[in-house]
């Protein structure tokens, strides 16, 4: 049996509490690859193998993976604490929206976007997935928005804690290592970002790497999005994924209460394969519902290109949805090139066709809403994934 320090142990520190010293990775005694584990493992693979080949065959995936990443940014903030919804980041990209008409934490979602792209486009440019990587990430992430005066891009020179709110460090319900420990913790991490790749399988290494960073808690603030963040990156870097497909956040939030269970059990029972049954079952369900929201974009590609078969501008108009599915007719009249009453007249056009949906209820400055393609990520809805993560023989 795992023992209470295989994670790490409790040390008094001189200032009369107790923080956690994470064990370096990969645990000792060795995880535990026993049927139930090994099965999990095994299905999480091919489910994300399956996700992989049809991001490899949808006609422009770099238009559904910019969608995705938004959808997952809005999903993930809303854990931090955040009311965005995908529609108020969409309104917020659009050219001609006014910010005094967003909400006021739209913009961490915002930041959460560009702090994913910089890191996917640092390890395309051949960085590592490194400490500094990670340091950058946060510096996006933080940069102008709540917690942005708690030292972006630097780890915390300050004790933090976690627990309810008011909570003093002497009652926290729980205390990451001390600054003065956060050098080898993290040095230990990256080590093992690097070091370990033919010894244990790409998930179960995402998972142990996920939950040292949740337990080493290196930032003052913006911790979780960096660690979920920290998941994706690991996939596109070994090459699992070929585009940021995999979110954990959506399945995080359903089932939140067991996510800090497992957690905890790491560090007061050594508990690591619970935690990756766990993960790998989050894995499983998120890949499948990203699979299926992929299968769905192809098809309504091939429908709707279909209903305007021979409307040159009105398939450069689709096009673009795809990317920013939210239009007005300027932006229509300059993609399409044409003139205002013929931007227009295509966007009525497609609104009686059922692709747009008008969004102001103005007689002028009129939005236009792509609604059948932003309906298939609010499918994705917290309570789907919960339901088929808690369906038995669920992996």
């Known amino acids: 049996m795992p023992d209470s320090t295989r994670a790490g142990r409790y040390i008094q520190q001189t200032t009369g509490y107790r923080a956690f010293i994470p064990a370096p990775l990969p645990p000792e005694p060795s ?17 994300l193998g399956r996700l992989d080949a049809i991001a490899r065959l949808l006609p422009n995936p770099d238009l559904f993976v910019a969608m995705y990443v938004r959808h997952e940014a809005v999903l993930s903030s809303q854990i931090e604490g955040t009311q965005s919804t995908l529609e108020d980041v969409l309104a917020f990209e659009n050219p001609d929206h006014s910010a005094a008409e967003s909400p006021g934490d739209v913009e961490e979602v915002v930041n959460y976007v560009r702090a994913m792209n910089h890191g996917l486009a640092r390890l395309a440019d051949g960085f590592p997935l490194s400490l500094r990587l990670l340091r950058e990430i946060h510096a996006e992430l933080m940069q102008g928005v709540r917690g942005g005066d708690k030292t972006p891009g630097e780890f915390r020179r300050s004790q933090n804690w976690i627990g309810p709110a008011g909570s003093t460090l002497a009652h ?7 600054p003065h420990e956060l050098p080898t ?13 033919q010894q244990l399988p790409l998930l179960v290494r995402c998972g142990l790497a996920h939950a040292q960073f949740e337990t080493i808690h290196p930032f003052l603030d913006g911790n979780g999005r960096v660690g979920r963040l920290l998941i994706t990156l690991l996939l596109c870097e070994d090459g699992a994924l070929s585009r940021p497909l995999l979110y954990l956040s959506v399945f995080l939030k359903a089932n939140r209460a067991e996510y800090y269970d497992r ?17 790998l079952r ?6 499948r519902a990203a699979t299926q929201t992929a299968q769905d974009i192809v098809n309504l590609q091939a429908a709707h290109r279909a209903q305007l078969t021979g409307h040159a501008r009105a398939l450069t108009l689709l096009e673009h949805l795809y990317r920013h599915p939210l239009v007005n007719a300027k932006t229509v009249a300059k993609i399409t090139q044409s003139s205002a009453p013929t931007a227009i007249k295509l966007l009525q056009t497609l609104e009686q066709k059922g692709l747009l949906r008008e969004i102001t209820g103005q007689g002028r400055n009129r939005v236009y809403r792509y609604q059948p393609y932003v309906d298939l990520f609010h499918r994705e809805s917290v309570q789907q994934v919960f339901d088929a993560s808690t369906q038995p023989g669920a992996a």
Request: charged letters at 20%; a negative charge; zero cysteines.
């Open 31 to 47: 995880v535990a690859f026993d049927g139930e584990l090994l099965t999990l493992l095994s299905q999480a693979d091919r489910d």
């Open 172 to 178: 926290a319900a729980f205390v990451p290592p001390p």
């Open 185 to 197: 913790a993290l040095g230990e991490l990256e080590n093992f970002l690097h070091q370990h790749r």
């Open 263 to 279: 957690l905890s059990a790491i560090r007061s029972q050594g508990h690591w394969e619970p935690w990756l049954k766990f993960f």
């Open 282 to 287: 989050g894995v499983s369900v998120t890949a």
